[in-house]
């Protein structure tokens, strides 16, 4: 391993993860040839702390700034001003190999589980790939059926290719996936919004355990708000990329304060209709 593989700094009892002043424009194609693009403001000045064991959600409409807040932390994009932190290590987009320290200690999760999934890939090869490109020792065909035991699929299962799978099962192993090497956050980008309801519940346990049992930190970004209730301590709302409420779940969703949240909030469909 490199020295960028191993360097580590105790952020002790600070966030695990932290962004201060985050902000993020594109300049968009000239309309004149006479005039420079315009810019359009992707994310503005934000700030955001996941703690260690904590989840947080970052919800709002489509387009409202949460996934280029999550490029952002992750450092896959480059921000226009700010910094990001991860265990008190600054986080900068750099060459895969100087970013394989972070890789190590996040795992991510995606929105579609069929199109996240190498079609060429069985599926034992899909969930130790990360295993393989992160140097991770150990016996990684052991690690691959604990981690596929653990997430309710059959070790025996690795053979399978991804079409051969429900859309419950191939995000179940795309959750293995992400966690098989151990990493100390899970990033999920609407880890269900492709599922159906009795899947979504399935699922939602499923995140909630591997919380738990694993000691994972959780960013989770969604529209839907019954999850957001379900398994965050913390929310953040967006609009127009900007953070414009954020605090306990149950206050930000309980007793939201700007008309934005109220109105999000108010957008849920219920029971009976209203």
């Known amino acids: 391993m490199t020295d960028s593989d191993t360097q580590h700094v105790d952020g002790g009892t600070g966030p695990l993860l932290s962004g201060r002043g985050l902000s993020r ?12 693009g315009p810019v359009r403001h992707a994310l503005v ?16 409409e489509s387009g409202s700034g949460k996934s280029t807040l999550v490029r ?4 896959l994009d480059r921000p226009t001003a700010g910094t990001v ?23 991510v999760v995606l929105q579609d589980p069929y199109s996240s999934l190498d079609p060429r890939m069985r599926i034992g090869d899909v969930v130790a790939e990360p295993l393989r490109l992160l140097h991770v020792p150990g016996d990684h065909e052991r690690m691959v059926a604990d981690v596929l035991d653990r997430v309710g699929l059959d070790p025996q299962g690795v053979d399978l290719w991804p079409h051969e799978l429900s859309g419950g099962q191939r995000q179940r192993v795309a959750l293995a996936r992400a966690v098989v090497h151990g990493p100390d956050l899970l990033v999920g980008d609407e880890p269900m ?8 519940a399935q699922i939602l346990g499923l995140l909630a355990e591997l919380r738990h049992d694993l000691g994972l930190s959780l960013l989770i970004v969604s529209h839907d708000v019954g999850l ?33 949240t109220k109105r999000l909030i108010a957008s849920v469909p219920t029971l009976d209709g209203s």
């Not at 932190?85 to 795992?107: I, K, N, Q, Y």
């Open 193 to 200: 919004s492709a599922l159906d309801v009795t899947v979504r």
């Open 45 to 60: 000045e934000a700030d955001l702390d996941v703690g260690r064991g904590e989840s947080v959600a970052l919800i709002g």
């Open 85 to 107: 932190t991860f265990d008190g290590r600054e986080v900068r987009p750099d060459r895969a190999s100087r970013l394989r320290w972070l890789r190590r200690r996040t795992g």
């Open 72 to 75: 952002l932390l992750l450092a």
């Open 25 to 36: 424009t594109f300049t968009l194609p000239r309309r004149s040839p006479l005039q420079p």
């Open 228 to 260: 957001v209730q379900h398994l965050s301590d913390r929310v953040a709302v967006l609009q127009g990329g900007r953070i414009v409420e954020q605090g306990a779940t149950a206050d930000v969703l309980g007793r939201p304060q700007h008309d934005y």
